[in-house]
């Protein structure tokens, strides 16, 4: 089983509609998730990090972790144009474990139509 | 602030030549890596260093070396490049632990022929 999974395709979404993302993983003991935005061309960049169960909202995002099914989801509401792009999950398991790297996944694509 | 530097940022090589990517980050991090993106493959680790004077084996190691310098710096060296190493790299760096995600570079597009 892959440390974390990404399992749904391209995501298509209308302009304004909200864009669900979401990730499992198999570490039970795993302490801090993240959220990465990948542009065509460039790097990852963190949007949003979540350690506790439960939601956490920062503008039009809200993170969503749930410990005990082992899932974290993502949620773009009001979604533009300018929300296109790859959005890669991973895990941290936790200091002393997993060799001190995060596990990501191989990521969702997001096309937000006009 | 800078963050994470990579140079360079493209660069075509010939089978069998040799190349340094270079990394540099600014925030006083402990931990640096170095990862490649080919289509479908998501990121996979190379090599990466938990600390200055450590360095560790990824998932995918063989023909690459790495040397941690001092704490800003963390190379990549390919001894004899192959086609199969036409990827983007991304070097990336992070408190120790990782606990609070890692701040990637810009990139470096390297084409093998």
């Known amino acids: 089983q892959k440390e974390v999974e990404q399992n749904s395709g391209p995501l298509s979404v209308p302009e304004g509609a909200i864009a669900s993302l979401n990730c499992t993983y198999s570490?039970?003991?795993?302490?801090?998730f993240f959220w990465y935005r990948q542009y065509s061309g460039k790097s990852p960049e963190l949007i949003m990090s979540?350690?506790?169960?439960g939601d956490k909202e920062d503008g039009r995002f809200t993170a969503q972790l749930n410990k005990a099914s082992q899932y974290v989801s993502l949620l773009i509401r009001d979604s533009q144009p300018s929300d296109s792009a790859t959005y890669l999950c991973?895990?941290?398991?936790?200091?002393?474990?997993?060799?001190?790297?995060?596990?990501f996944g191989k990521g969702n694509q997001v096309v937000v139509i006009p | 602030n800078a963050g994470v530097t990579q140079t360079p940022k493209f660069q075509v090589l010939k089978t069998g030549q040799s190349m340094t990517l270079q990394c540099a980050q600014d925030?006083?991090?402990?931990?640096m890596y170095w990862y490649r993106q080919d289509p479908g493959m998501g990121l996979r680790l190379i090599y990466y260093s938990a600390s200055e004077g450590t360095t560790d084996k990824g998932e995918v190691p063989n023909g690459y070396n790495v040397s941690r310098l001092n704490k800003r710096e963390f190379s990549l060296r390919l001894e004899s490049a192959a086609p199969s190493q036409t990827s983007v790299y991304f070097c990336?760096?992070?408190?120790?632990?990782?606990?609070?995600?890692?701040?990637f570079g810009s990139g470096t597009r390297l084409t093998v022929v």
């Open positions: 979540i350690y506790s169960n």
């Open positions: 925030m006083n991090h402990n931990s």
């Open positions: 990336a760096s992070s408190e120790s632990q990782g606990v609070r995600g890692y701040t």
């Open positions: 991973a895990v941290n398991p936790g200091v002393g474990r997993g060799n001190n790297r995060l596990a």
């Open positions: 570490d039970r003991v795993s302490q801090s």
